[in-house]
Each structure stands twice: as C-alpha cells, then as structure tokens.
C-alpha cells in the first residue's frame, strides 16, 4: 500500500446525487394535474429525469465555468459583434428548445400548455440557471408580438417552432428563433420612460431607425429583440433583428458584456445602436403597454425559477443530510437539522404551488378567462415579489446544511446560491413590483376582487387563515406606497396559506399556517414549533429523510 495515501481514505462522504429524478416532487406533480396538464405528466417525468442525470448536470456546470466570450471582430476586421458559447451551452439549450421551454405553447391549442411548460421549468431548472433567460425572453416575446399582427404572422411560427437553431443569419431562413428584450438605459433603469434612444421612421411605413444605448440587455445572441425607444409620438415597442432581410447585419454593437454575480452561463450585454434599422410593434406611444405583456410572463418565469433553485437546493441538502453522520447519528435523524429540513420544505411547496396556480391563471386567461386574467395580474406581481425575495435566504440555509462543504464551489451551492438574487432584481425589482401591486389594485379594482375571491375559496378551513384575510383587508383600507412591501408580503403568505390548505396534506398546511400567518416562528429556518409532524413534512418532500 502506497504509505502517501495512508490518511486520505475517503468516509463518511455522501455519494455524487447523480443521477436523480428532479421532478420526484410531490407539489409538482400534484399542481400539474390540478392546474390541468395531467397530460404532460410523462414528459414533464422524462425531462426531470434527464435533468437529474450526470450527464445534465455536467453540462450545466461546465456551462458556468466556461463563461461566454465576445468577439466583437473577425479576423479581418469586420464587426460580428457575437458571443462563443462552450459546447455544454448549446446541448442545455437545444434540450430546452426542443422540449417546449420557449415559444411553443403558444402553439399548441391543449388547455394546460402553460402549465405543462412551467411544470418542465420546474424539473429541467434543476440544471443550469443562465439559459432560461433566452427560453424565457423567446416564451414571452409571442404576446408581445401580436400587437402588430404583421409581424406575428411571420415570426411567431419561428418563435414557437422546437428548433435550436444558432447561427445567425436572415430570421425567415431559420427553423426557429430566439427572442430578446432590450428595455434599461444607465440613466434610468426600470424608470424607463426616461429612456434616450430615439427612434426615427423612414419613408417605409412601420419601419424606423434606431440610436441609443441599452444598459443591460441579456443573451445578446438571441436572433430578435424587442427594444424600447422614443418614437416621436412617446416611447414605443420595436422589433430589432440582427440580420437583416437582404441578409446583412444590422447595427447591433455589443460593447461588453456584464462581469455578474451569476448568471455567469448567460451573457448579458450593453448594445449601441447606430441607424439600426426597426419595425414598430403596436401603437407608437404605447411601448410600455405593449411590452408589459412581454414582462408579465418573465415575471411569471422569475417566480418558476426561484421555486426551482429552493427546489433543487432542498433536494441537494436533503442528500446530503441523508448520508452524512455527525456526533453518533446521521445528520437527517438529528432533530434539529430535520427542523431546518422541513422549514425548507415548506417553503419550497408553498413557491412550487403557487408557482403552479399563476402558470394555471396565465393559461386560463390566454383563453378568454376573464376572472383568471384579473387574478393573474395582481398575483403574478405579489408572487415575483415575494418568492424571489425568499429565494436568496432559502438558498443560504440549504448551502449550510452542506457546512464547509456547501461553500466549496465543487459542491454546485455556491453557483445557486449567486443566482438567488437575480430573480428578485430581474424584471423589476422588489419595489418596482410592490408598487405595480399597488397600481393594479388602484386603476382595476377588479384584481382586488379576483384575489379574495381566490381567498374565499379556503374561508372556514382553517382560523389562522381567515384571521390573515381580515387583516389583509385591514391593510388594503389603509394602503400606502411607504407600506406597499408590508401589504404585499401579507398578500403573498395569505395567498400561498390558502391554496396549501386547500391542496397540501394537513401536517403541511397546518405548519404553514402557525408559523407563516400565526407567528409561532422565528426570523431564521428551522424555528418550527414542537407541534408539527416533522416527519410527514419530509416524508413528502424528501423520501428516505422521514
């Protein structure tokens, strides 16, 4: 025996996870067939499978670690303006694609498309981060898009079609594309009716030239974007494609991309646009109103992805604590970390249900659903508010369940740990969202409605519940821009409390309950009560943790 290895016997290690199901998860599934998509249930199994596999979980590391590069000039000299990939990219990407992860439920007449969309979301995000922005960018840009019919006749079968398709070149000669979305300037940011980028009509009807800068504009490599810019009737929604219909590049001038906390897989950029040629998208004036229906379906997304990474983090932590033994036991036995676990676990079922009933509301208001239209639009907001804003701390915990281990970049925490935060500042920040809550409720009150219609449908079941309706009533006679965070986190706990008690086991919504709406709860995870079933709370959420 070689002497020099004598004291690296490697023990009481936990095994790699891959390969694992990432959609063995019960609120997902649940949520799936509830919100009517049961029929995508094996697909949604097949992806989650993938996802889990070392193979997907080596594409998604190596993605993060080999950063996209900008070559703004070829060898020649001329400008490309394009960003290298590592191969690992395009294999998360093509997957992404051709499973439906883009633009394709708008194509697809089923009822439940969206959910079947946002449930795969759930199971293949358990792998990299950084390329739902374009699938999520591409997904949204339809809506958008059929503010100008033109336009949507031509692109949308391409935005909608399961083609990866990546090199650049005249749209319309491509079997699928991918959108973008260029909204901030540095002088503003979400305030982006101070944007200064002009754009300037031609003598082609609904064809303008375009000149400003944008401050972050992600996944630059994307073959369409959807850029805001001030037309001479107000700011107005354009459609900006690279290539141009005679083939040539338009003027789309990357002039770097962002060094960021994460996201590090997905390039984000500052393009310059120079006489970029722009087709109108609706009404000049009414970009916002235009590209609102872009955002809404993003934000939509950002909640998905949080729901996600607490997903993939509690499954990572419970792995670990399953395996791992510390003073006599294993760590998943001893009583305080099983608190911590089933904590975890709660939040993570009440981000993955709702995340699943606004996907249900978007998909039930694309058709017609008047009422669910009105919900979505105040839920969609009060959700991208509150769960992203616990996905940084939930994120946090679940890396210490790891110890030392879970801050070792090794581990794959650290990298879920960065993205938290994106998901909370992208699409409009915590208060940029707050007070859009507080703008719905003032100019359609019927969003308020929509809500404690919603609400209603658990009265009596629970008394902690009903006691948190009459004090969110309370706080909406009372509501002030200073109070708009306050009002919307109660908007949040109440509204994940009530589809918990409607469709959760009791042991998981009674402990929702005590401790989210009845303050027997501390201000860190794994301060649950003594009275809650532990053991049915991870049983459900973690098998072999119980």
Request: one cysteine or more; proline letters at 6%.
């Amino acid at each position: 025996m070689d002497s020099t290895s004598a004291t690296h016997d490697v023990t009481n290690q936990p095994p790699p996870l891959a390969p694992y199901d990432a959609s063995e998860d019960m609120a997902l599934l649940e949520g799936l067939r509830r919100e009517g998509a049961g029929w995508a249930e094996e697909d949604v199994r097949r992806l989650g499978r993938l996802a889990g596999s070392a193979e997907a979980q080596e594409w998604a590391e190596l993605a993060n670690r080999h950063e996209p590069v900008l070559r703004t000039h070829d060898r020649y000299g001329h400008r490309v303006d394009e960003v290298e990939f590592h191969p690992s990219w395009h294999h998360l990407m093509r997957v992404a694609v051709t499973e439906g992860q883009a633009g394709a439920p708008w194509a697809d007449d089923r009822p439940g498309a969206h959910v079947a969309r946002t449930a795969g979301g759930l199971a293949w995000g358990h792998t990299d981060a950084g390329h739902g922005c374009p699938t999520s960018m591409t997904y949204a840009a339809v809506p958008a898009l059929r503010h100008q019919p033109e336009l949507a006749k031509v692109y949308e079968p391409l935005l909608t079609a399961r083609e990866y398709d990546p090199v650049l070149r005249v749209p319309t000669e491509k079997r699928g594309l991918l959108a973008g979305m260029g909204m901030t300037e540095k002088q503003g940011g979400s305030d982006v009716r101070t944007n200064s980028t002009t754009a300037t009509p031609t003598a082609e009807p609904g064809v303008y030239t375009l000149r400003g800068h944008k401050w972050f504009t992600s996944a630059p490599m994307c073959d369409v974007f959807l850029v805001l810019a001030q037309a001479p009737e107000g700011l107005s929604c354009f459609l900006v494609p690279r290539v141009l219909p005679d083939g040539s590049r338009n003027t789309f001038r990357i002039q770097r991309l962002k060094d960021k906390l994460g996201n590090r897989s997905n390039a984000s950029s500052e393009p310059e646009f120079d006489g970029t040629v722009a087709w109108l998208v609706g009404p000049e004036g009414r970009g916002v109103k235009t590209i609102i229906d872009m955002v809404n379906c993003t934000r939509l997304d950002c909640v998905m992805m949080s729901a996600t990474l607490m997903r993939k983090t509690l499954v990572e932590a419970g792995h670990h604590a399953r395996h791992r033994t510390a003073f006599g036991a294993r760590l998943a036995d001893q009583p305080l970390m099983r608190n911590v676990l089933a904590d975890l676990a709660l939040e993570s079922e009440a981000a993955t249900t709702l995340t699943l009933r606004l996907a249900g509301a978007a998909d039930r208001a694309v058709r017609g659903d008047e009422g669910e239209q009105a919900f979505r639009r105040i839920a969609t907001a009060v959700g991208k508010y509150w769960v992203t804003k616990r996905g940084p701390a939930f994120t946090a915990e679940a890396l210490e369940c790891l110890g030392g281990n879970g801050y070792v970049e090794d581990s794959g925490m650290p990298r879920h740990y960065r993205e938290a935060p994106l998901l909370s500042i992208w699409e409009g920040s915590g208060n940029v969202n707050a007070l859009d809550v507080l703008r719905a409720l003032v100019k359609e009150p019927g969003t308020a409605d929509a809500l404690f219609a919603e609400l209603a449908l658990a009265q009596g079941a629970d008394a902690r519940l009903d006691a948190a309706v009459a004090r969110l009533r309370g706080l909406l006679a009372s509501a002030s821009e200073s109070g708009a965070r306050r009002l919307v986190e109660q908007m949040a706990l109440t509204l994940q409390a009530s589809l918990l008690v409607r469709h959760a086991p009791a042991p998981v919504a009674d402990a929702f309950c005590a401790t989210r709406l009845g303050g027997d709860w501390g201000h860190a995870f794994g301060t649950l009560p003594d009275t809650v079933g532990l053991g049915a709370i991870l049983g459900r959420a973690l098998p072999g943790a119980d």
